[in-house]
């Protein structure tokens, strides 16, 4: 089945800029979608078709898609930023349909 | 507002069955597909089913093929799923989800309902 790899953590002081990976075989095909999972809430999408925003998701927030990697960039980090991240893609071949989301990130605020 | 609420999670003994719901209101249901995900405790996303706008349509993870059901009524807005032959290894949250369209994101969510599986 499809696999998509993300760091475990990334760390990030107040004010500066988090990227946070995603990778996967022929990513370039896929549309990438990113969630924002706060402790003990449920997942909020903050990107989708690589980089759209949704409405109320802060312009801080975006995306790219190039490659085998798609990367979640979030500028001037807050603390309310602080949070577990996902990426997501829809698979589809031969033998196997289904979602695949990424392993996951914790983004910590220092 | 566009609101999902998941229900009927609970413990239940390895082997033994649980239905789940999801109310879905602020929206058109019968115009969206929709989706059932689960979070292992600790552990990241897993994508259990999904099924068309009409019904007509599902699909489901390896994981749980031939085990869970999925199903919806339009009339009453709800999303329902069926596990039969629960295994340790099914404890989560389940999170029902709306998609815009199949191969597309998820949102919203709702809260999610616990499931434990536990002798």
């Known amino acids: 089945s499809y696999v998509l790899t993300q760091p475990p953590s990334v760390s990030v002081a107040p004010g500066k800029t988090a990227r946070i990976t995603c990778g996967g075989n022929?990513?370039?095909?896929?549309?990438v979608h990113w969630y924002q999972q706060k402790p003990g809430q449920a997942p909020l999408l903050v990107i989708y078709?690589?980089?759209d925003r949704p409405s109320g998701i802060p312009e801080r927030f975006s995306g790219s898609n190039s490659g085998n990697t798609a990367t979640l960039t979030i500028t001037r980090v807050e603390a309310g930023d602080e949070a577990d991240y996902y990426c997501?893609?829809?698979?589809?071949?031969?033998?196997?349909?289904?979602?695949?989301f990424g392993t996951g990130t914790k983004v910590t605020v220092l | 507002q566009v609101q999902l609420v998941e229900s009927g999670g609970g413990l239940v003994k390895p082997g033994g069955s649980l239905r789940l719901s999801c109310a879905a209101s602020?929206?058109?249901?019968?115009?969206?597909?929709m989706s059932w995900i689960r979070q292992a405790p600790g552990k990241g996303l897993e994508w259990v089913s999904d099924?068309?706008?009409?019904?007509?349509?599902?699909y489901y993870a390896d994981s749980v093929k031939g085990r869970f059901t999925i199903s919806r009524d339009n009339a009453k807005n709800s999303l329902y799923l069926q596990m039969n032959s629960l295994r340790v290894e099914d404890t989560a949250v389940y999170y029902c989800?709306?998609?815009?369209?199949?191969?597309?994101?998820?949102?919203?969510w709702g809260q999610g309902t616990l499931v434990t599986v536990s002798s």
């Open positions: 989800a709306r998609a815009p369209m199949v191969s597309a994101w998820f949102d919203p």
């Open positions: 602020g929206f058109s249901f019968s115009d969206y597909y």
């Open positions: 099924i068309s706008s009409s019904g007509k349509t599902v």
């Open positions: 022929n990513f370039g095909s896929k549309s």
């Open positions: 078709y690589d980089s």
């Open positions: 997501q893609v829809w698979d589809s071949n031969s033998d196997h349909r289904g979602y695949v």
